[in-house]
């Protein structure tokens, strides 16, 4: 069926580091690929998105590379800092339908 | 317009009984609203979406009769888990879409509602 997976679950990374998070997507048909980050009990928080006919976006801190070819998706982040701490996951979202699919998240944790 | 709040924040309730939560827009308005259930340590799962003046839309797998969904006006979404037992304790999250701003930005999700049953 259609899913969006992460291939780490979890990821440590050193301050100051830049973090990359990864993501496998199986539907072709999505329009927008979208990163969001969930500290623990609160809702997601968007970070950046991006439309299925570009390969590359950058934001403030964060970038998403985007490969169709392998459909694979990642957030760079540059710089880490112990805010970034959260859960992270990647979605998608067809525009026909409005609605956003998660994929299964990456905890991001921060070594001092 | 970028904040939807939910209530209550988090519930207890006992094993038989219901239990409504709220999800509003504060500063805009939304024909359509989505709602989440996500368990400890996984993803947020879509259960529903729900329209403004008209019936939910369900996702497969999610009992229509167990989670009533109303969308009775452009700013106010609830979803009544009835008859609740303890696996459907969880975290129920809405978000809600602003159609006036551009597509990819433009749904906005609430604190969240954690809900324990006993």
């Known amino acids: 069926g259609e899913s969006v997976g992460l291939h780490l679950p979890t990821l440590s990374v050193q301050e100051g580091d830049n973090s990359i998070i990864n993501c496998a997507y199986s539907?072709?048909?999505?329009?927008?690929f979208i990163w969001y980050k969930q500290e623990s009990g609160k809702g997601p928080q968007f970070i950046i998105d991006i439309r299925s006919n570009m390969d590359k976006r950058q934001g403030q801190r964060v970038t998403v590379l985007l490969n169709k070819t392998v459909k694979h998706l990642s957030l760079q982040i540059a710089a880490t800092q112990p805010g970034d701490s959260a859960v992270y996951f990647c979605?998608?979202?067809?525009?026909?339908?409005?609605?956003?699919?998660f994929g299964s998240g990456t905890r991001l944790s921060i070594r001092p | 317009g970028a904040v939807v709040s939910q209530h209550p924040s988090w519930v207890i309730c006992k094993s038989g009984t219901s239990v409504k939560i709220e999800c509003r827009s504060l500063?805009?308005?939304?024909?359509?609203m989505f709602w989440y259930r996500q368990f400890p340590k996984q993803s947020l799962m879509l259960m529903a979406t729900?329209?403004?003046?008209?019936?939910?839309?369900?996702e497969q797998g999610v009992e229509k009769d167990k989670f009533l969904i109303n969308h009775a006006s452009l700013t106010l979404s609830t979803l009544t888990v009835t008859s609740a037992h303890p696996e459907d304790s969880s975290f129920y999250i809405c978000?809600?879409?602003?159609?006036?701003?551009?597509?990819?930005?433009?749904?906005?999700f609430g604190p969240g509602t954690r809900l324990t049953v006993l």
């Open positions: 500063d805009f308005q939304a024909t359509t």
């Open positions: 539907n072709s048909a999505s329009d927008y």
């Open positions: 979605a998608e979202k067809y525009s026909s339908a409005s609605k956003i699919i």
């Open positions: 978000s809600a879409r602003n159609e006036g701003l551009p597509e990819g930005n433009e749904q906005f």
């Open positions: 729900s329209n403004e003046g008209s019936k939910a839309t369900y």
